[in-house]
């Protein structure tokens, strides 16, 4: 069964640094597409940070390029997410995101973290 444990998250004033680490548990590196990190603030939809790719590209939403940086771990099967220059909307619960199967015989899905609160003071 695909876990993933995330880590980090905590209250920061604006034009601060945190790091989210996710650790992904039950899945070998081979069965992965790809991990990365989502959010949401109250009343808004979930919405994409960054992504990175089994080949390493990443993706980033708009709001977070130039700021925030993603990078994953093979060998322990983690992805770090490195925000900086926080902003207060930048405040979200933010989850961890694995695209992969558990094994060569089942489907593609998503698998999501618990989350993690991130805020930031003004």
């Known amino acids: 069964q695909v876990q993933l444990v995330e880590s980090g998250g905590g209250l920061v004033q604006a034009g601060g640094s945190l790091r989210l680490s996710c650790a992904a548990s039950?899945?070998?590196?081979?069965?992965?597409?790809?991990m990365g990190w989502y959010r949401q603030a109250p009343g808004k939809q979930r919405e994409l940070v960054a992504i990175?790719?089994?080949?390493?590209?990443?993706n980033y939403g708009n709001s977070v390029k130039g700021r925030f940086t993603i990078s994953r771990d093979n060998a322990k099967n983690t992805v770090d997410l490195q925000m900086n220059s926080l902003k207060p909307e930048d405040t979200a619960v933010y989850y961890c995101n694995l695209d992969g199967r558990e094994g060569i015989t089942k489907p593609v899905r998503l698998y999501w973290g618990q989350g993690t609160q991130v805020t930031v003071s003004s």
């Open positions: 039950g899945i070998i590196i081979a069965n992965i597409n790809s």
């Open positions: 990175v790719s089994n080949v390493g590209s990443t």
